[in-house]
């Protein structure tokens, strides 16, 4: 079930307590994951996935999401700064209607602008080498993107 129409709070309702959630940032090249705790409070990045075929990037996303017992997935949505949507919005509402075909795993968007930014400028405020922004800025912009949707339900 791809939900645009369902907010964050529905959804979560929607599934139960014991269920985790699973933040996605899409990009062209990569997809960041990363996973909420048990309690839904805290969101920690595990895995850059290099992007292959949809169905084999697909197979990776749902082994994780058995392995981690996920119930929902907060997937980064890259609206304009203006709100519009643009090419990379259809690509991942695409991804998304596909992604449904192989899973009851309901999805919810999210705005995820300046999300990478913001994890860019971190690491090189903590003196991220170009090589080691560049091997974890995806997962980091996941749970980036996971952290704000997860302190959105408090």
Same mark, same amino acid.
């Given at each position: 079930m791809v939900s645009t129409d369902l907010t964050l709070p529905q959804a979560i309702a929607s599934i139960t307590p014991d269920k985790r959630l699973i933040g996605l940032d899409l990009g062209s090249k990569t997809i960041g994951v990363a996973t909420s705790d048990r309690t839904r409070m805290i969101a920690t990045p595990i895995e850059t996935i290099a992007r292959k075929k949809f169905t084999q *990037?697909? =197979?990776?996303?749902?082994? &994780?999401? =058995?392995?981690?017992n996920i119930g929902l997935i907060i997937l980064g949505l890259p609206v304009n700064m203006d709100g519009t949507e643009g090419p990379r919005c259809q690509s991942t509402r695409s991804f998304a209607r596909n992604f449904a075909r192989l899973?009851? &795993?309901p999805v919810?968007?999210? *705005?995820?602008?300046l999300s990478t930014a913001a994890v860019e400028r971190m690491l090189i405020q903590a003196d991220a080498s170009r090589a080691k922004r560049d091997e974890v800025i995806d997962k980091l912009a996941a749970a980036w993107i996971l952290q704000a949707a997860l302190d959105s339900l408090r």
């Open positions: *990037d697909a =197979q990776r996303l749902l082994t &994780i999401a =058995q392995a981690e899973s009851s &795993i919810v968007f999210w *705005d995820e602008r």
